[in-house]
């Protein structure tokens, strides 16, 4: 079992948050997946034994590509790797990209499920954030999505926004349930450094939500999608049953995974690697034969720290058995010396061997897993 993800670097203009690798200058971009194509080619003998389950366009904004970049990626893909035949295989879209014509295309690929990032249901939140559509174009998305018979369709929405109050967030959470969406992916804003959110912070022109606010808006996310039968099976997604994302769940779980364009992160178990974060030296790279990348080993230090900061995050949580026989003894005592006063407090819960946070223990998440690493 493995999984692909196909970075698309380009985006029609930058939100005022992003910190993501991506470009504004589209004329790039026949050249680029020219050389995603070549890079798929590349590296077709990484995955050589491996089935492929997931398929995952993600970005920037892979609903800035035109039907014949797909064509061709689709194409690419297929010749060089094994696909399941169930495979997952999601794009992230953008609202204002999804016209009925657009979406009319994108049912004629082998896409099934879509990722849409609204992010917000209201206007002044959407012009703040510097998203290009408003509300009324975010609701419509999702439902040409539907009607064109997409049935896998996630959303994304932001919270703890400057400005936010509990009533805009409970309102955006109504509109999201009314959609009858299958996946929400739901995310606290972050001020990130050399943003221009990050240099209205430092100049005190925002003012960034209190963290009594930002729990509340944790704990209101989380019971309005639960009341409405969504399963909560990471600590920032939530699922109708049947319907959790499997590509990103492959991360959680230490699938083995490659991916493809500037910036993209590549693991198989032993090691991680990444290509450059530039386009012209990821197209320089590639056409020599020689992707420009940086690699690390994971010792057993780290591997120990994702399985704690991965498991944890998740419903499935970390199977002790697995600690023990994964790592070494002293690394199974370091666990539960330091693990033990949440168990106390039940922060932390252990059934038979499966450890995984109580409904308090999310609010503190990166508390716990910080804790509980090795530095
Ligand atoms: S659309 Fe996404 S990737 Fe592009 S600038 Fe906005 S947040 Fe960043």
């Known amino acids: 079992m493995a999984g692909i993800y196909i970075h698309i670097p380009f985006c029609k203009s930058r939100c005022i948050y992003c910190d993501y690798f991506t470009s504004i200058y589209e004329v790039e971009m026949d050249q680029y997946v020219h050389s995603c194509c070549i890079e798929i080619k590349l590296r077709k003998t990484e995955l050589s034994h491996n089935k492929i389950k997931t398929i995952y366009f993600g970005g920037g904004t892979p609903s800035r590509l035109h039907r014949f970049h797909f064509e061709k990626i689709f194409e690419t893909i297929h010749s060089n790797y094994k696909i399941d035949s169930q495979a997952e295989i999601t794009i992230e879209a953008n609202p204002d990209d999804l016209s009925q014509g657009y979406i009319d295309m994108l049912r004629e690929l082998p896409l099934n499920r879509i990722s849409i990032g609204v992010q917000s249901f209201d206007d002044h939140e959407l012009q703040f954030l510097s998203r290009r559509h408003n509300s009324q174009t975010a609701i419509d998305s999702v439902k040409y999505c539907q009607e064109k018979g997409f049935d896998n369709i996630s959303i994304d929405l932001m919270y703890g926004l400057p400005n936010q109050t509990l009533e805009i ?4 959470l109504d509109k999201a349930r009314q959609l009858n969406i299958q996946h929400i992916s739901a995310y606290h804003l972050i001020y990130e450094d050399k943003t221009r959110l990050y240099s209205l912070l430092k100049s005190g022109e925002v003012k960034p939500v209190d963290e009594d606010c930002s729990l509340e808006m944790f704990e209101m996310l989380i019971s309005t999608l639960k009341k409405d039968g969504f399963i909560h099976y990471e600590v920032s997604n939530f699922a109708k049953d049947g319907f959790v994302s499997q590509h990103n769940s492959s991360y959680w779980k230490g699938v083995k995974y490659i991916g493809l364009g500037p ?72 666990f539960f010396k ?29 508390g716990i897993v910080s804790d509980l690493m090795i530095v």
Not at 169 to 172: A, F, K, L, R, T
Not at 355 to 362: D, R
Request: overall charge neutral; cysteine-free; aromatic content about 16%.
């Open 338 to 366: 330091y693990a033990e006063k949440y168990f106390n407090l039940n922060y932390l819960v252990i059934d038979k061997t499966k450890v995984t946070l109580s409904h308090k223990g999310i609010f503190i998440v990166d």
């Open 169 to 172: 967030w409970q309102s955006n």
């Open 263 to 334: 910036s993209a992160h590549s693991f198989d178990g032993e090691h991680r690697w990444w290509n450059v974060s530039s386009i012209p030296k990821y197209i320089k790279g590639i056409s020599n034969g020689k992707p420009d990348l940086e690699k690390e080993d994971i010792d057993l230090a780290k591997k120990y720290n994702e399985f704690l900061i991965t498991g944890l995050r998740t419903m499935w949580g970390i199977d002790v058995d697995v600690l023990k026989t994964k790592f070494e003894n002293d690394k199974y005592e370091y």
